[in-house]
């Protein structure tokens, strides 16, 4: 693990964003769960997708959809078949790992995707690449291994009460397609959009939330007519760079890559990541996928009923084509995270955009043992929290409490000394350049409005 994901994860924790999965029994493996500001950081990345892409848009309507459906959902989608890694173990001390992670970390130039089992051991056996856990090279051959959970429904376990939880979450858009036609009456094009969980039984190694088992996606399929996709796919493209850069994230730290042929999902034409500079390389953060007909012309096809869209114009009849625009929501906590971490020479602060930082302002009493300070900064902290996520700090010196607020990505800290109980006005303390200026208490919603933007 880099010296700056060590730096991320341990403020993660010390600040209460992200805690490991059942710390207290020792921790599951790539799981996490998110404390009070981590919680609040990711509803604020969620409600801006869900603003941005539903709320401002009359094209797109939003779902939430079950996390279990029926086996069939899997089987007609091509999930049960081909949704697969590759892992190999180590026979010297039972280290578990993907294929591919294991070549990509030794050998940085060598593109491992859409390379087959086979393939991936003779680029093991050629560069004699040993355990990362013990230096030995002992392996097994690489297998391929599905990712969907397997569970039961019931009370008596057997192959007919086998379920899965979702591997992804367009799949719950694809089979109430025909009940939003039949409800809402859409005029193509338009789009399904959810944000929920997915899971997947991922080997991964150790890259904080960037990859684990359960995880939150945003995503939404856009149904287009077939000669339009083209179009479609580079407009989804620029919106889809557009939000990541309304997170607050460092354009210099994205670029597009398409993938290869050999590396394509088995549903898709043409997909496109966008990626983030990681300190353990580029690596895909949101996607931009052409799914064509597939899901739709399966499912019609393993259901038996008619899930073609009608023209209200011309009466014509056929099953549209998809543009899918992904993003992850857990990876993106990762991800903001280590774009906003910044180390100065007194102090380190997380730089996040105002939009989705957990609290927009910190309101402190100079000194917490003068009762005419503390009542006059209550009624600043009460009056401000009916339209912004405001923090209370009243502990320690006033240079802790700027310290612990600049560790958490708060924009403002509003203090109230001696001067505002007779100028009726109150210091902010901006984060990113650390100046202060005094602003009147009749003003100070007004400001923080402007400046939060």
Not at 22 to 36: F, H, Q, R, V
Request: glycine fraction near 6%; charged fraction near 30%.
């Amino acid at each position: 693990m880099s010296d700056l994901l060590k730096e991320v994860v341990a403020l993660s924790k010390r600040r209460g964003f992200i805690f490991l999965g059942s710390e207290i029994y020792g921790g599951l493996a790539n799981t996490y769960d998110l404390g009070p500001l981590g919680a609040s950081l990711r509803k604020n990345v969620v409600d801006l997708w869900w603003s941005e892409f539903v709320e401002k848009r009359q094209d797109v309507y939003g779902l939430d959809t079950s996390v279990l459906m029926s086996p069939k959902v899997w089987e007609a989608s091509g999930h049960t078949q081909s949704f697969a890694d590759t892992l190999i173990d180590c026979l010297n001390c039972h280290f578990r790992g993907r294929a591919d992670h294991l070549i990509e970390d030794k050998l940085k130039d060598v593109n491992v995707e859409g390379k087959t089992p086979s393939e991936l051991w003779e680029i093991i056996n050629k560069e004699h690449i040993t355990c990362p856990a013990c230096g030995k090279f002992d392996w097994t051959k690489p297998r391929q291994f599905n990712l969907l959970f397997q569970t039961k429904i019931g009370i008596i376990s057997g192959e007919k009460n086998t379920a899965y939880l979702r591997g992804e979450t367009a799949q719950g858009m694809f089979v109430n397609f025909k009940n939003v036609i039949d409800s809402l009456h859409p005029v193509l094009p338009f789009g399904l959009a959810q944000v929920g969980k997915a899971f997947r039984n991922e080997i991964t190694m150790g890259k904080f939330t960037f990859r684990v088992l359960e995880f939150d996606l945003a995503e939404f399929e856009y149904f287009i007519k077939e000669k339009d996709w083209e179009k479609q796919f580079e407009y989804w493209k620029k919106q889809t760079q557009k939000f990541a850069e309304k997170l607050g994230i460092n354009k210099e730290k994205l670029r597009w890559r398409a993938h290869g042929k050999e590396e394509l999902s088995h549903y898709s034409k043409r997909t496109e990541d966008l990626e983030y500079k990681y300190p353990f390389g580029f690596k895909e953060w949101f996607a931009v996928a052409y799914r064509t007909d597939y899901d739709l012309k399966n499912h019609m096809e393993k259901s038996g009923l008619d899930l073609r869209y009608q023209d209200p114009h011309t009466g014509e009849k056929f099953i549209p084509h998809v543009i899918e625009p992904t993003f992850g929501i857990t990876r993106s906590l990762t991800t903001i995270l280590i774009d906003s971490f910044t180390k100065e020479d007194k102090r380190t602060f997380l730089k996040l955009s105002p939009l989705i930082a957990p609290y927009k302002a910190a309101v402190f009493p100079l000194l917490a043992n003068k009762p005419e300070l503390v009542r006059m900064a209550k009624k600043v902290f009460n009056d401000l929290l009916e339209e912004f996520a405001v923090a209370w700090d009243e502990r320690g010196n006033i240079g802790k409490r700027y310290y612990a607020q600049d560790e958490i990505g708060t924009p403002f800290c509003l203090t109230v000394d001696f001067d505002s109980l007779e100028q009726k006005d109150i210091t902010v303390r901006d984060r990113d350049t650390t100046k202060q200026v005094r602003i009147s208490l009749t003003k100070l919603k007004s400001y923080l409005k402007e400046k939060l933007k």
